[in-house]
């Protein structure tokens, strides 16, 4: 269907079919008869008049709780927290939730940031101490009662229904595409890493506020980013995309109202912790601003490879290998690297032939932070996952780059085993070899988003919508009078006969 002919359908519309218009979904049904005929009507009803029970929505809703309940069978050996023999990392179970309660002093009853620096920032910290202390209270009553185990499935079962929401969220987002969500709903990573941390506290609340920017309601998009960056800084990021297609389509009066009710609600929250426990709460700041290479990272890889490559005399460094020494000009650095790649989103924000979509841009920066930082855990990988279903909903790609994380989690855990019995699992090279695959794949669905952005018409979702359905008050709006000028073509001069 041509964008012309969504143009005036309300979400009600058709809904899209990936074994119809994906090529890689297409040529895989060929296995089971081929695409969704015309009359398989059941599933291709309008939005809001199906008559069965089994919705493309409900049924995306059912695979996303499918996921997580085999993401909790698949930890739940390390859910007592008697990690004999390494079983955290031989049966790849290892979540930071069960480790942190005790590590963290939950266990002993002590406060986040009153009484112990907590490593994350402050909303994070305060759903610890939120679920953490009453289980510390209930266990000191009952001394049967395993702390550490209870602390994991209360967080896991709420993290479990943040990441339903999301799934919501996007099915919200594409109510005539409900079939991207499941590019989410099923995704390895997902299966794999949903509660290694805390991680969907921020993106259950970053997918509220796109939702609620998507809606038309900029401030209360302002303070749901606002709390999700107080969970986990890179939401914060979002509000740069937000400001730039702003300018661009002269509505920054409600970018603005989103950049200073996050400024409010991120303060608001901050407050309470930094403020009396100042060195508690400066722990996160401390750590990050201190921390070396970390593994998996483009500076680890380049570290490895100082090594492979050095052939100089006792002492002597490779550039990656004296960044590791000198962690201040490697956070400049790092720092550096991701501005210039911000400034290049914007630049092709505002140069782009057709205004970029919100998800686009949002997954570009995200993305650029984890390229460029020096710190890329196993869990960071849900982050994109669901900025890159909204970005580009294209299942060859997108499938690719998660077998490369799945690639990466296995070789991961095993530098993480031979750490500990110090037998390496894997040659190191094997771990750089999968770092590699993961970094590459993500730079790979970065330049295919950058082709749609600069080849509107390659866009799946503009072949549903008309505009951009996250766009909020950006939706269907007219560049901005200065650069419609701007970008007009002038006619040439017409050129004198000679001879």
């Known amino acids: 269907m041509s964008t012309q002919s969504t143009a005036g359908l309300d979400d009600a519309g058709t809904s899209d079919h990936p074994s119809r218009s994906d090529g890689f979904v297409r040529g895989v049904s060929e296995v089971i008869g081929g695409p969704l005929g015309d009359h398989a009507v059941a599933l291709d009803r309008p939005a809001g008049r199906e008559r069965r029970f089994w919705t493309a929505a409900r049924i995306v809703l059912a695979l996303a709780c499918l996921t997580l309940a ?81 602390f994991y499935n209360l967080n896991a079962l709420t993290l479990g229904a943040l990441a339903v929401a999301t799934v919501a969220v996007i099915l919200a987002l594409r109510r005539r595409r409900p079939w991207d969500a499941a590019l989410f709903a099923l995704a390895p990573a997902l299966f794999l890493t949903a509660t290694v941390n805390w991680d969907f506290l921020a993106i259950g609340l970053a997918a509220f506020g796109l939702a609620a920017w998507a809606k038309r309601r900029p401030a209360v998009a302002g303070v749901l980013l606002g709390l999700a960056g107080a969970a986990k800084m890179w939401p914060l990021f979002l509000l740069g995309p937000i400001l730039v297609l702003a300018l661009r389509a002269n509505r920054m009066r409600a970018a603005l109202t989103a950049l200073a009710t996050a400024l409010v609600a991120l303060v608001a929250v901050n407050l309470p912790a930094a403020v009396p426990y100042w060195d508690n709460w400066n722990r996160f700041f401390e750590l990050n601003t201190t921390r070396p290479i970390d593994w998996g990272t483009l500076w680890y890889i380049g570290r490895y490879l100082d090594g492979k490559v050095n052939t100089g005399g006792p002492g002597e460094q490779g550039p990656f290998q004296w960044l590791n020494a000198n962690i201040p000009t490697l956070n400049y650095l790092s720092y550096a690297l991701f501005g210039l790649a911000c400034l290049g989103v914007a630049a092709l924000a505002l140069r782009a032939p057709r205004r970029p979509r ?47 994380e799945v690639c990466y989690f296995v070789a991961f855990y095993g530098e993480l085993l031979g750490a500990a019995t110090n037998r390496p ?18 730079v790979l669905l970065c330049v295919l988003v950058v082709r749609d952005i600069l080849h509107p018409e390659r866009d799946a979702v503009r072949r549903t919508y008309a505009d951009d359905p996250d766009g909020g008050v950006l939706d269907g709006a007219p560049d901005a009078p200065w650069l419609a000028d701007r970008r007009r073509t002038p006619q040439p001069e017409p050129v004198p006969a000679t001879g």
């Open 70 to 150: 085999l993401h909790w069978v698949q930890k739940s050996p390390c859910q007592d927290g008697a990690w004999q023999n390494n079983v955290q990392y031989t049966r790849l179970c290892y979540s930071d939730v069960l480790a942190l309660y005790y590590a963290e002093g939950l266990n002993e009853g002590k406060v986040p940031y009153r009484d112990h620096p907590v490593e994350y920032p402050v909303l994070t910290g305060y759903m610890m101490g939120a679920i953490g202390l009453p289980v510390h209270a209930l266990g000191a009553d009952d001394p049967q009662l395993n702390q550490g185990q209870w």
């Open 425 to 442: 699992v894997f040659p190191e090279g094997v771990f750089v070899l999968a770092a590699t695959l993961r970094l590459g794949t993500v």
């Open 358 to 404: 919100l998800a686009q841009l949002a997954f570009l920066v995200v993305a650029a932070f984890l390229i460029f930082s020096k710190v890329w855990s196993q869990q960071f990988v849900l982050w994109l996952l669901p900025l890159a279903v909204l970005a580009r909903p294209r299942w060859g790609a997108l499938l690719a780059w998660q077998l490369a």
